[in-house]
């Protein structure tokens, strides 16, 4: 399985942006999928997940702002990313196949900027 993510940019505090991820192979209906990201100088950290009855959890950092989503025909997971504040500036990954709670597939990733 391979992840292609795409979507990252840089926008202005305040902007939105919506990243994609997709997927090869035949099971992406099968895998729970996951949006992380690692800022300059922090570690890497979930952002939010979709498992494969499509319900979201997003991390209570960016409840309200974030939002995931997936479609299944299309093979792809979706980050929809608003109200965008500086911290938020970071290389955004996909990731898929979710077995004992680590994630199997890693995407390559996205660098998204946020200015003030």
């Known amino acids: 399985v391979q992840l292609q993510a795409s979507g990252g940019g840089s926008v202005q505090a305040g902007g939105s942006l919506r990243l994609s991820c997709a997927a090869s192979?035949?099971?992406?209906?099968?895998?729970?999928m996951a949006w992380f990201r690692q800022g300059p100088g922090k570690e890497r950290e979930l952002v939010a997940e979709?498992?494969?009855?499509?319900?979201?959890h997003v991390e209570e950092s960016v409840k309200g702002r974030f939002a995931i989503s997936r479609d299944n025909a299309k093979k792809t997971v979706y980050l929809q990313m608003n109200t965008l504040k500086p911290e938020d500036t970071a290389v955004y990954y996909c990731?898929?196949?979710?077995?004992?709670?680590?994630?199997?597939?890693w995407g390559q990733g996205t660098q998204v900027t946020v200015s003030s």
């Open positions: 192979g035949r099971s992406f209906r099968y895998y729970s």
């Open positions: 979709i498992d494969t009855a499509g319900t979201p």
């Open positions: 990731a898929g196949q979710k077995v004992y709670n680590q994630y199997s597939y």
